[in-house]
């Protein structure tokens, strides 16, 4: 049987929404691989107790792993700049980032009412959180790649890139704006051996709600199933991919509803 064999031993990765779900998922699996993984989440807290639990995972050093919290929000130019900072000055070097920071903003921000209700503080935080955030991690670490003459960036859309939401507006809004956005950064990229790509889950089961989801395989995603593909795409395995959407939906956007 052929074992497909990713490696990511000694890369640098920049992993934001790092404190939970396929965040925190990606960031153990790369630092079990021997990456250095710089951990950003605003949730400082979870971020502090998720990066020292890895790091004190004795397989995860005897890989030469190694997970470095980064408290930040992604919505701030300065914090983007603060994460790509400390990945240079203590790695030397970006390889990978992660894009993981993200969420609808009628859920995260309890306001479960139609757009045309939604106060502004909400519609900024979905913008600014899908949107923004990623543009700036984008451009704090693309620099870097650039210079090296080689990285990788992931963008996380979604589904709801394609469908709209009726109460969280923005998500989705953002979401197709990452699919536009990851061409722009695949032309910028590409001279100089920076690849970028974007996965655009259905529901994963990063919390129980998702599996009311409607899927055409009659079930949400494990986060593995997101991640694992992610891993391969960044890896020398994915070399050839760039500049593309990747939709992984169990056939959600196959269902005529
Ligand atoms: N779970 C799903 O069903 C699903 C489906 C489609 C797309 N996605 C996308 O995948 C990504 C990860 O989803 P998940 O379910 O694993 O997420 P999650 O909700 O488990 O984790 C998101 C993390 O982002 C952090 N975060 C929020 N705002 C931030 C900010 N301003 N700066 C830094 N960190 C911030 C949160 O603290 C949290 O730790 C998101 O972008 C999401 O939109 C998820």
């Known amino acids: 049987m052929k074992t497909i064999e990713l490696h990511y031993e ?3 990765a ?3 929404g790092a404190a939970s779900g396929m965040g925190l998922l990606a960031s153990k699996e790369l630092a079990a691989a021997g990456a250095k993984v710089v951990m950003c989440d ?3 807290e ?3 107790r998720e990066a020292a639990a890895i790091a004190g995972d004795s397989a995860v050093a005897r890989e030469g792993g190694v997970a470095a919290p980064c408290p930040c929000d992604v919505r701030d130019w300065a914090d983007a700049q603060k994460a790509a900072a400390l990945a240079l ?3 030397g070097r970006i390889d990978l980032l992660f894009n993981f920071a993200g969420g609808n903003e009628a859920r995260v921000c ?3 009412v139609p757009f045309h209700e939604q106060p502004r503080e909400v519609i900024d935080w979905g ?3 899908n949107l923004r955030g990623p543009i700036y991690m984008a451009r704090a670490c693309l620099q870097a790649m650039v210079a090296q003459k080689g990285g990788v960036i992931c963008l996380l859309g979604s589904v709801t890139g394609f469908e709209g939401d009726g109460n969280g507006a923005m998500y989705g809004t953002a979401k197709s704006g990452l699919f536009n956005f990851v061409k722009s950064l695949a032309k910028d990229g590409a001279p100089h051996g920076v690849r970028a790509f974007c996965v655009s889950p259905g529901p994963v089961l990063t919390r129980p709600g998702m599996a009311g989801m409607k899927t055409l395989l009659g079930r949400a995603a494990e986060p593995s199933e997101v991640v694992d593909f992610i891993l391969y795409l960044a890896s020398e ?3 050839f991919v760039t500049g593309s959407n990747h939709v992984v939906d169990g056939g959600r956007l196959c269902i005529s509803r």
């Open 10 to 12: 000694g890369k640098v």
């Open 14 to 16: 920049v992993v934001t």
């Open 42 to 44: 605003v949730n400082a």
């Open 46 to 48: 979870a971020l502090e």
């Open 89 to 91: 000055d203590r790695f």
């Open 110 to 112: 309890n306001s479960h």
């Open 127 to 129: 913008l600014d959180v």
């Open 237 to 239: 395995k994915g070399a």
